[in-house]
């Protein structure tokens, strides 16, 4: 689903997928737990060049929206939050609920 299922494999964002925000989760993970293994000895400033290579072309273009400080651009948190904030709109699940049910429609 993701590319992200081999435990050595390169974390990847699915940016393609009909629910942004469970493939997010899921990239997020792979993320972590890259950063927290291989790249632990790396400084974080190293792990979000890092991360913005993971999350590929589009990504970078949503990335290239945001106006960030000079210590908010070295703090992988920023990142997370703020790709979170993209993808959250934008899932499956946002819109089901949105919907009304058909039990609660009115009938004339």
């Given at each position: 689903m993701d590319g992200n299922s081999s435990a050595d494999s390169t974390p990847k964002m699915d940016w393609s997928s009909s629910d942004?925000?469970?493939?997010?989760k899921a990239f997020k993970q792979h993320c972590?737990?890259?950063?927290?293994?291989?790249?632990k000895q790396k400084r974080e400033e190293v792990?979000?060049?890092y991360l913005?290579?993971?999350?590929?072309d589009k990504?970078?273009?949503?990335y290239s929206m945001w106006e960030l400080g000079a210590d908010e651009a070295k703090k992988l948190s920023t990142y997370y939050t703020k790709y979170e904030a993209y993808v959250k709109p934008k899932s499956i699940r946002?819109?089901?609920?949105?919907?009304?049910?058909p039990e609660s429609s009115t009938r004339g």
């Amino acid at each position: 689903m993701d590319g992200n299922s081999s435990a050595d494999s390169t974390p990847k964002m699915d940016w393609s997928s009909s629910d942004l925000l469970i493939v997010w989760k899921a990239f997020k993970q792979h993320c972590e737990f890259t950063c927290g293994g291989p790249l632990k000895q790396k400084r974080e400033e190293v792990k979000c060049n890092y991360l913005m290579l993971w999350v590929r072309d589009k990504g970078r273009e949503i990335y290239s929206m945001w106006e960030l400080g000079a210590d908010e651009a070295k703090k992988l948190s920023t990142y997370y939050t703020k790709y979170e904030a993209y993808v959250k709109p934008k899932s499956i699940r946002v819109f089901e609920k949105l919907q009304v049910p058909p039990e609660s429609s009115t009938r004339g």
